[in-house]
């Protein structure tokens, strides 16, 4: 198992590094939207002849810094008096930070058509980029189709939205502190995140996890006790994958808050820390519940089920990586339909394969969880009886009473009828006197209320259902029948205390003298000559 976390987080760490590298070809050949268009040829260097490629280039410009290029992208006719003065790059840069903060752009939502979205109730020179929520308005982000003064039409931010870019950054742009932060730290990035959010989202995961540690101790004694043999489990449990697992959430949200490029974008929506920090918490909970119940099982005297347990764990735990594994390849951008495909066919011929000995294995799950017998007990599986001496995955042993020992499939057992004698609590005592039918009803009745106050008296006999009946006028003997049960579970011991009934019984019909009768036969002798 630790094998397989080895190689899956060496995964991660490659798709880390490799990821931003091709993000902005793959953005650039990301799939049109739903409008169908014939193909136009590029009219513009800068790839501003449809919404999405002006987007796309505004924000690559700004994620690589280059914030004379974003300008190009900025529809700066006609601005306000108050704009008239202002740095057209400190501009370009506030609306970066606003759309990072406050838009998650989803490029296959905007138009890769010259002529823009159609249907949208807007003007067909302007489509939508995103929306934002203030605190008394929404704001409505637009694209323009303007000349490009070449006798032909380009996209830009429109110029009512650069108009709006001080009174947005004002309300969406960075707090005092992360502004403080970003003035007194070089303005580098690393896998397209700078350098003062990393610092601010660090900072937060060590501030923050002191606290979760002590709500995971919290947890841990509500969950278990210290008396507990698991609680040394449990604790760690939650004071280490599970706190990890709250401050990967809270770095995130903080990281989310300061904006992302779309570099970084790219890295967030994989979610590959949360992916490796929940794989750990789930293979750290598969095994505290595998000790969980072991410790359960063993308390009740099922120590045989505890042998599956770490084979259901281990499935358990891969199935998880797996799943796990696909998801995250899911976020990062992979089809993996064809590796579902794969796995589909590769399960049906495995389960083919497998057909006999996976009916053994659930024949052998199905022996643990009800119980019919477990190791030790005394039984009658079939033809065959003696004492079960082990429950494998595959088949079960018994020990008959010749002393052989016999291996029977769990899917055979699985729908056997089983005979077990150890589950009983007593055993039956049920013996048929046969009395001589020369006796008097006095002595019968006397015979009969002896034997009864003997079984009452009698300390390992049950009191409860007791018979003791004159059943029977035969031909050559009065039949009486008793019915009781020994308070015995073992066969041999059962023996002693039914010897001891026996010998009572003869000792009444001898203070009654009475004997018991001998089947007789009549023998005709024909001596008539042939």
């Known amino acids: 198992m630790s094998r397989l976390i080895r190689l899956f987080l060496s995964i991660l760490l490659m798709q880390l590094m490799l990821m931003p590298v091709g993000y902005a070809e793959e953005v650039a050949a990301a799939p049109a939207v739903a409008e169908t268009t014939e193909p136009v040829e590029p009219q513009d260097a800068l790839g501003r002849y449809t919404p999405r490629g002006s987007l796309q280039g505004f924000l690559q410009a700004a994620d690589d810094k280059d914030f004379i290029k974003a300008v190009e992208y900025l529809d700066l006719r006609n601005l306000p008096r108050r704009y008239r003065n202002a740095q057209p790059t400190q501009l370009a840069e506030m609306l970066a930070v606003v759309i990072e903060r406050e838009i998650w752009i989803d490029f296959n939502e905007i138009s890769d058509s010259p002529e823009g979205a159609v249907g949208d109730g807007l003007p067909d020179y302007r489509d939508e980029l995103g929306r934002i929520t203030g605190d008394d308005k929404d704001y409505i982000l637009l694209m323009q189709h303007i000349p490009d003064g070449k006798g032909g039409r380009i996209w830009k931010v429109s110029n009512e939205t650069v108009a709006k870019i001080a009174d947005l950054y004002s309300q969406f742009g960075y707090g005092p502190i992360a502004q403080a932060v970003a003035d007194s730290i070089p303005d580098v990035d690393f896998l397209g995140l700078e350098l003062f959010k990393w610092v601010l989202m660090i900072g937060a995961g060590l501030a923050s996890y002191p606290v979760f540690m002590l709500l995971g101790y919290l947890l841990a004694r509500v969950f278990s006790k210290p008396s507990s043999p698991l609680f040394p489990r449990v604790k760690r449990f939650f004071i280490y994958p599970f706190a990890l697992l709250l401050v990967g959430r809270l770095m995130n949200s903080v990281v989310l808050d300061l904006g992302l490029g779309i570099r970084a974008q790219t890295v967030l929506e994989a979610h590959t820390i949360t992916t490796v920090l929940s794989i750990w918490a789930l293979l750290m909970l598969v095994g505290l519940l595998r000790d969980y119940y072991a410790n359960r099982f063993t308390a009740e005297g099922r120590e045989g089920a505890v042998v599956l347990l770490r084979p259901a764990a281990q499935a358990a735990q891969i199935l998880l990586v797996v799943i796990v594994f696909l998801v995250w390849l899911s976020n990062t951008g992979y089809n993996i339909t064809t590796i579902l495909a794969g796995l589909g066919v590769g399960g ?32 009658r599986i079939g033809k065959e009886t003696g004492t079960v001496e082990e429950i494998g995955l595959r088949t079960t042993r018994i020990r008959t009473l010749a002393n052989t020992l016999i291996s029977i499939p769990n899917a055979l057992l699985a729908v056997e009828a089983i005979d077990n004698y150890s589950a009983r609590n007593r055993i039956r005592y049920n013996p048929t006197l046969r009395l001589r039918v020369d006796m008097s009803r006095k002595q019968v009745e006397s015979i009969l209320e002896k034997i009864r106050q003997m079984l009452v008296e009698h300390e390992k006999v049950d009191s409860d259902g007791q018979r003791v009946r004159f059943q029977n006028i035969g031909e050559d003997a009065l039949e009486v029948v008793v019915v009781a049960h020994v308070l015995e579970t073992a066969f041999a011991d059962y023996l002693i205390v039914a ?12 203070s009654e003298g009475v004997t018991l009768a001998v089947p007789t036969r009549s023998i005709i002798m024909d001596s008539t000559s042939a």
Do not use: R
Not at 350 to 379: H, N
Not at 505 to 510: A, C, G, Q, T, V
């Open 499 to 510: 010897e001891d009934l026996n010998l009572k019984i003869m000792d009444i019909l001898d």
């Open 348 to 379: 049906v011929a495995v389960a083919l394969a497998l057909q006999k000995p996976l009916e053994d294995v659930f024949g052998a799950l199905s022996l643990y969880t009800l119980q019919p017998v477990k190791i030790g007990d005394f039984c």
